[in-house]
């Protein structure tokens, strides 16, 4: 663990800060081609309807519009991201299973001549009932959103390690609180766009895509084309969360527009289209039953969940299993068991959403240990200490942990916010609330079934030594992974960073990475790119070993410069010895790639989330509630995260503070909501209620000291992880300042009030009732005493 | 009053002077044409970004006669004549301006889609009120939403501006 690093560990300045503050960094929706054409897709305004028919005659005679298609124009083989659940199509062609759902498109010589053309293409339909509610959507009678998924179940899963009923019959306390978990979506402030090309028999795609592969590889699928034939370029990417992982149909429908017009088509979608195509977080029921000993400890715990998938599987049968596997992460106990139905209904479908399933549980979970430990006269935080997982352990569910840290964030977190001295003397209407959170280092396995390695990476040094370029697949979509892995290629090359250029996410320049989901990149990316930097390194001292006349072995590079170990005085500067190397071997070049090793069980669904390394991490909330309008005013935040070494520091806090902003949008304010006929009613981000700047808390975002010992320079996963615990830490912050649970999120100021206005009617009703007691008591007596004459007098027994 | 040239469909279309960034333009719009829209299609100034059209989310922030405004919310041919300042404008000779500098030491940036925006506010702020409190600062930029950065490092920049200082201690 040596800490003589020379360009990891530090804050370097962002590769991409200089293009992205003056404007210059192109996003997808900012190029220009010439002959370029706009394409918009029309959608369903119904929740559940039948197409009868499409007429598109009148939307083709429009001036400026160049091509109108619908299903029979288009490929009809049924697409999704996981491959288990292929249910989607490029358009409807019998019927729209939800409001947004797709149908036809236009490629147009503006902006302005699609929307009149989409105004023009007439479909008839046949207004079909609607599930809309997800606790329902099983019911016999409810109507069926894909005729062959019975009672609308897209998946189910039952799971079981240990002996759960053994050891709840044996716990000294038992106790089951439902959960409500809302939908909420990613709301990057990028729309979605692509633009689309046809060269010949090749496809060139420009996408605001958070995995380059991925799409290259369902695109080929879907075009039945090799994917040598199909190029996807990522520009720069404004923000994904997971939603720009998967397909939308703008580069399906895009592609088919070029092909026929034979010019680039830009298609794109506004924001209110960016809700409907959703992918976000599943609203979510969930109930947890926990048994414990008399000290607290955990002996076993059982989830049974309800998530609403939505229209289409998306990413959601991973999402499902994550929402269990990830449960006994944060905390130690043998006996388990995991029940989930994920049902359709005729709403957006639901994806993957910054921490992936984990979340919502995560909030059920420490609001139930909080509603535990009060039960027991526990300290919320001494309950997660005494069952927090230790490092070099195995879950129930077959996960190697091997750093771990939790028990030290929580220690750490506990005295960075005073969290002893409050718990004992926050004033009334004041509260503090803690909880953990845990999240993977990249998903074990690929999203389609593979054999490819997970990460790639070249790096290419300049003729004359005085640039290197990382060639990578990775994406950086605001996260900072073009730094972080300039960085770690430069620490391994033994070069500077402020040298290296980077090159990413274009498939046909730069060599496959599955892209920026699972909190995968710096660890995952990072191993190719040290493994390449290496290579590079390995070279370059080889040739200054024959320039110095010195055993290669007692050479090593740092900083640019090439050194004896042994001796004082002999050095070269990088840039000499690549130049020699040029001259006399050709192009230097390095090469890496990461495969994780196998992971994970042999039951049904073990594979979801396996990871060669976890991530850990604590948070305190101390919040105010306005007893009078339910309003919460958070006081401060403090988080601790284990994320292994710290490649950039400053990046890695923004990480943090992004992650915590968006839990806690999510705790409080976000949601999506639907009127009756399955219309988003707030799909602006006014309504949705993004937070701003003057919305924000005061927050304080540590590490603690770690080393992962699998990763590349012991790094590990923060991006995701630290929204997971934010939910809990919010409801159990306002559970400690009103000593009242609102059991569903978001925790928004009307549940609160209304919470507390029904515990001041209860407890008005309990005064009531004491009173009347006494008093039918006092009554009883009297009457007693005039029964029985008075009192006699005793003489004291003593 | 702008010139107006009515083509054979009978659309009126306006000859319009926009100033941006120190040079005059001279476009042909609809009546009906935002700014974000001219800016980014007609002179390609694609820096001024666009998330919402609605005025929420401030990507599109330019400076109006100094004055930060929602460019989605804003008719080509209001902004006829007067003084835009668009992010391309705001480095000058290829020097960054200090919020700038500040901006990327401070890793105020992530995905930078609201960036622009939000170095438009900053400035703007800073041009007014030179010494902001945090909370002056938070409320210039309330009107620029930003998803990745939580704020904390986008406030600490602009402050550390202000009082003279491009780089964090920790850098
Ligand atoms: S695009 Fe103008 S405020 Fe969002
Ligand atoms: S940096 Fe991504 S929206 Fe602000």
Same mark, same amino acid.
């Given at each position: 663990?040596?800490?003589?690093?020379?360009?990891?560990?530090?804050?370097?300045?962002?590769?991409?800060?200089?293009?992205?503050?003056?404007?210059?960094?192109?996003?997808?929706?900012?190029?220009?081609?010439?002959?370029?054409?706009?394409?918009?897709?029309?959608?369903?305004?119904?929740?559940?309807?039948?197409?009868?028919?499409?007429?598109?005659?009148?939307?083709? *005679?429009?001036?400026?519009?160049?091509?109108?298609?619908?299903?029979?124009?288009?490929?009809?083989?049924?697409?999704?991201?996981?491959?288990?659940?292929?249910?989607?199509?490029?358009?409807?062609?019998?019927?729209?299973?939800?409001?947004?759902?797709?149908?036809?498109?236009?490629?147009?010589?503006?902006?302005?001549?699609? +929307?009149?053309?989409?105004?023009?293409?007439?479909?008839?339909?046949?207004?079909?009932?609607?599930?809309?509610?997800?606790?329902?959507?099983?019911?016999?009678? %409810?109507?069926?959103?894909?005729?062959?998924?019975?009672?609308?179940?897209?998946?189910?899963?039952?799971?079981?390690?240990?002996?759960?009923?053994?050891?709840?019959?044996?716990?000294?306390?038992?106790?089951?609180?439902?959960?409500?978990?809302?939908?909420?979506?990613?709301?990057?402030?990028?729309?979605?766009?692509?633009?689309?090309?046809?060269?010949?028999?090749?496809?060139?795609?420009?996408?605001?895509?958070?995995?380059?592969?991925?799409?290259?590889? +369902?695109?080929?699928?879907?075009?039945?084309?090799?994917?040598?034939?199909?190029?996807?370029?990522?520009?720069?990417?404004?923000?994904?969360?997971?939603?720009?992982?998967?397909?939308?149909?703008?580069?399906?429908?895009?592609?088919?527009?070029?092909?026929?017009?034979?010019?680039?088509?830009?298609?794109?979608?506004?924001?209110?289209? #960016?809700?409907?195509?959703?992918?976000?977080?599943?609203?979510?029921?969930?109930?947890?039953?926990?048994?414990?000993?008399?000290?607290?400890?955990?002996?076993?715990?059982?989830?049974?969940?309800?998530?609403?998938?939505?229209?289409?599987?998306?990413? =959601?049968?991973?999402?499902?299993?994550?929402?269990?596997?990830?449960?006994?992460?944060?905390?130690?106990?043998?006996?388990? %068991?995991?029940?989930?139905?994920?049902?359709?209904?005729?709403?957006?479908?639901?994806?993957?959403?910054?921490?992936?399933?984990?979340?919502?549980?995560?909030?059920?979970?420490?609001?139930?240990?909080?509603?535990?430990?009060?039960?027991?006269?526990?300290?919320?935080?001494?309950?997660?200490?005494?069952?927090?997982?230790?490092?070099?352990?195995?879950?129930?569910?077959?996960?190697?942990?091997?750093?771990?840290?939790? $028990?030290?964030?929580?220690?750490?977190?506990?005295?960075?916010?005073?969290?002893?001295?409050?718990?004992?003397?926050?004033?009334?209407?004041?509260?503090?609330?803690?909880?953990?959170?845990?999240?993977?280092?990249?998903?074990?396995?690929?999203?389609?079934?593979?054999?490819?390695?997970?990460?790639?990476?070249?790096?290419?040094?300049?003729?004359?030594?005085?640039?290197?370029?990382?060639?990578?697949?990775?994406?950086?979509?605001?996260?900072?992974?073009?730094?972080?892995?300039?960085?770690?290629?430069?620490?391994?090359?033994?070069?500077? +960073?402020?040298? #290296?250029?980077?090159?990413?996410?274009?498939?046909?320049?730069?060599?496959?990475?599955?892209?920026?989901?699972?909190?995968?990149?710096?660890?995952?990316?990072?191993?190719?790119?040290?493994?390449?930097?290496?290579?590079?390194?390995? %070279?370059?001292?080889?040739?200054?070993?024959?320039?110095?006349?010195?055993?290669?072995?007692?050479?090593?590079?740092?900083?640019?410069?090439?050194?004896?170990?042994?001796?004082?005085? $002999?050095?070269?500067?990088?840039?000499?010895?690549?130049?020699?190397?040029?001259?006399?071997?050709?192009?230097?070049?390095?090469?890496?790639?990461?495969?994780?090793?196998?992971?994970?069980?042999?039951?049904?669904?073990?594979?979801?989330?396996?990871?060669?390394?976890?991530?850990?991490?604590?948070?305190?909330?101390?919040?105010?509630?306005? &007893?009078?309008?339910?309003?919460?005013?958070?006081?401060?935040?403090?988080?601790?995260?284990?994320?292994?070494?710290?490649?950039?520091?400053?990046?890695?806090?923004?990480?943090?503070?992004?992650?915590?902003?968006? =839990?806690?949008?999510?705790?409080?304010? &976000?949601?999506?909501?639907?009127?009756?006929?399955?219309?988003?009613?707030?799909?602006?981000?006014?309504?949705?209620?993004?937070?701003?700047?003057?919305?924000?808390?005061?927050?304080?975002?540590?590490?603690?000291?770690?080393?992962?010992?699998?990763?590349?320079?012991?790094?590990?996963?923060?991006?995701?992880?630290?929204?997971?615990?934010?939910?809990?830490?919010?409801?159990?912050?306002?559970?400690?300042?009103?000593?009242?649970?609102?059991?569903?999120?978001?925790?928004?100021?009307?549940?609160?009030?209304?919470?507390?206005?029904?515990?001041?009617?209860?407890?008005?009703?309990?005064?009531?009732?004491?009173?009347?007691?006494?008093?039918?008591?006092?009554?009883?007596?009297?009457?007693?005493?005039?029964?029985?004459?008075?009192?006699?007098?005793?003489?004291?027994?003593? | 009053?702008? %010139?107006?040239?009515?083509?054979?469909?009978?659309?009126? *279309?306006?000859?319009?002077?926009?100033?941006?960034?120190?040079?005059?333009?001279?476009?042909?719009? $609809?009546?009906?044409?935002?700014?974000?829209?001219?800016?980014?299609?007609?002179?390609?100034?694609?820096?001024?970004?666009?998330?919402?059209?609605?005025?929420?989310?401030?990507?599109?922030?330019?400076?109006?006669? =100094?004055?930060?405004?929602?460019?989605?919310?804003?008719?080509?041919?209001?902004?006829?004549?007067?003084?835009?300042?668009?992010?391309?404008?705001?480095? &000058?000779? =290829?020097?960054?301006?200090?919020?700038?500098?500040?901006?990327?030491?401070?890793?105020?940036?992530?995905?930078?889609?609201?960036?622009?925006?939000?170095?438009?506010?900053?400035?703007?702020?800073?041009?007014?009120?030179?010494?902001?409190?945090?909370?002056?600062?938070?409320?210039?930029?309330?009107?620029?939403?930003?998803?990745?950065?939580?704020?904390?490092?986008?406030?600490?920049?602009?402050?550390?501006?202000?009082?003279?200082?491009?780089?964090?201690?920790?850098?």
């Amino acid at each position: 663990m040596s800490d003589n690093h020379k360009v990891i560990g530090r804050s370097v300045p962002r590769i991409d800060g200089p293009e992205k503050v003056t404007g210059g960094a192109k996003y997808t929706g900012d190029l220009k081609f010439p002959n370029m054409l706009y394409g918009k897709i029309l959608t369903s305004p119904h929740a559940h309807a039948r197409i009868i028919s499409i007429d598109t005659s009148e939307a083709e *005679r429009l001036p400026g519009v160049k091509a109108v298609i619908t299903h029979k124009d288009v490929p009809t083989l049924k697409y999704g991201l996981s491959p288990a659940r292929w249910d989607e199509s490029i358009f409807c062609s019998d019927k729209v299973r939800f409001v947004g759902d797709k149908v036809a498109a236009v490629a147009c010589l503006d902006e302005d001549t699609c +929307y009149r053309a989409l105004k023009l293409i007439k479909v008839e339909y046949e207004v079909l009932p609607a599930a809309l509610d997800f606790l329902h959507a099983m019911d016999e009678g %409810q109507p069926q959103v894909h005729e062959e998924y019975a009672r609308n179940i897209n998946t189910e899963i039952h799971q079981e390690f240990g002996d759960v009923e053994k050891a709840l019959a044996e716990a000294h306390h038992v106790r089951t609180d439902t959960f409500v978990g809302q939908r909420t979506y990613q709301s990057p402030i990028e729309p979605h766009s692509a633009i689309s090309m046809w060269d010949g028999g090749k496809l060139t795609i420009y996408s605001s895509t958070q995995s380059p592969h991925y799409f290259q590889h +369902y695109i080929a699928r879907e075009f039945d084309m090799p994917m040598g034939d199909v190029r996807i370029i990522k520009p720069y990417l404004g923000g994904g969360f997971g939603g720009k992982l998967e397909p939308t149909g703008l580069e399906f429908a895009g592609a088919v527009l070029a092909r026929l017009t034979g010019r680039p088509v830009r298609t794109f979608y506004d924001r209110a289209e #960016m809700f409907a195509h959703n992918r976000g977080r599943h609203a979510q029921y969930m109930e947890i039953t926990t048994g414990v000993d008399k000290n607290g400890k955990i002996l076993a715990a059982k989830a049974n969940f309800l998530m609403d998938g939505g229209a289409y599987t998306s990413l =959601g049968i991973a999402s499902a299993y994550y929402a269990g596997a990830l449960l006994p992460l944060t905390y130690e106990f043998d006996n388990y %068991q995991f029940d989930m139905f994920r049902v359709y209904t005729n709403l957006p479908a639901c994806g993957a959403q910054r921490g992936h399933g984990a979340p919502q549980p995560k909030y059920a979970f420490e609001s139930h240990l909080d509603n535990v430990a009060a039960d027991l006269g526990i300290d919320p935080m001494d309950i997660r200490i005494i069952n927090a997982r230790r490092p070099d352990t195995v879950t129930p569910n077959d996960f190697r942990v091997n750093s771990c840290k939790i $028990k030290e964030c929580l220690e750490r977190v506990r005295v960075m916010s005073g969290w002893d001295e409050k718990k004992k003397n926050l004033p009334r209407g004041r509260g503090i609330g803690v909880a953990t959170g845990s999240f993977v280092t990249g998903a074990g396995y690929p999203i389609y079934r593979t054999d490819l390695p997970h990460a790639a990476a070249f790096i290419k040094v300049c003729e004359d030594g005085t640039a290197a370029t990382l060639y990578t697949g990775s994406v950086d979509i605001g996260q900072g992974s073009d730094t972080v892995l300039c960085q770690m290629a430069a620490e391994a090359m033994g070069y500077r +960073y402020e040298q #290296m250029k980077i090159v990413a996410a274009d498939t046909e320049i730069t060599p496959l990475d599955f892209g920026a989901y699972a909190s995968r990149q710096t660890y995952m990316s990072g191993a190719a790119v040290k493994q390449a930097g290496e290579e590079v390194k390995r %070279q370059i001292l080889e040739m200054a070993s024959s320039m110095l006349g010195l055993p290669a072995d007692d050479l090593d590079c740092a900083d640019g410069m090439i050194f004896s170990k042994s001796r004082n005085g $002999k050095s070269l500067s990088f840039e000499e010895v690549a130049r020699k190397h040029f001259v006399l071997r050709g192009p230097l070049l390095g090469r890496g790639s990461y495969t994780p090793p196998k992971l994970g069980g042999s039951f049904k669904g073990a594979a979801v989330g396996t990871s060669p390394a976890y991530s850990f991490g604590a948070q305190v909330g101390e919040v105010a509630i306005d &007893e009078e309008t339910g309003e919460i005013s958070v006081v401060g935040i403090w988080d601790v995260h284990d994320c292994g070494k710290v490649i950039n520091p400053r990046l890695l806090h923004g990480q943090v503070h992004g992650a915590l902003y968006m =839990g806690m949008g999510e705790a409080v304010w &976000e949601e999506v909501l639907f009127d009756d006929k399955g219309r988003i009613k707030n799909a602006e981000l006014a309504n949705y209620r993004l937070l701003t700047a003057v919305d924000m808390p005061p927050i304080t975002s540590e590490v603690v000291d770690s080393y992962e010992p699998t990763g590349p320079w012991g790094v590990k996963e923060v991006g995701e992880g630290a929204t997971n615990p934010t939910l809990g830490m919010f409801s159990n912050a306002i559970f400690d300042a009103m000593g009242v649970r609102v059991n569903s999120l978001p925790l928004s100021y009307e549940k609160v009030w209304r919470a507390l206005k029904e515990k001041r009617e209860r407890e008005e009703d309990a005064r009531r009732e004491e009173d009347a007691r006494r008093e039918a008591h006092d009554r009883r007596a009297d009457a007693q005493r005039e029964a029985d004459g008075p009192t006699p007098i005793y003489a004291n027994p003593i | 009053m702008a %010139q107006a040239i009515t083509d054979k469909d009978g659309v009126k *279309r306006y000859l319009i002077t926009l100033n941006v960034n120190g040079d005059a333009h001279t476009v042909l719009v $609809k009546g009906n044409a935002i700014l974000t829209n001219v800016l980014r299609e007609q002179l390609d100034l694609t820096g001024t970004k666009k998330g919402c059209e609605l005025g929420d989310c401030g990507s599109c922030t330019v400076l109006l006669d =100094g004055k930060p405004v929602d460019s989605c919310l804003v008719l080509a041919i209001e902004a006829d004549g007067r003084e835009i300042t668009t992010i391309e404008g705001v480095a &000058e000779n =290829g020097r960054l301006d200090a919020i700038q500098e500040s901006m990327i030491n401070h890793a105020a940036v992530q995905c930078g889609y609201c960036t622009p925006g939000m170095v438009l506010s900053a400035k703007a702020l800073l041009t007014r009120n030179p010494n902001p409190s945090e909370q002056e600062v938070r409320e210039a930029i309330s009107g620029n939403l930003c998803r990745c950065t939580g704020y904390v490092h986008i406030v600490e920049a602009v402050l550390a501006t202000a009082q003279g200082r491009l780089t964090p201690d920790d850098h």
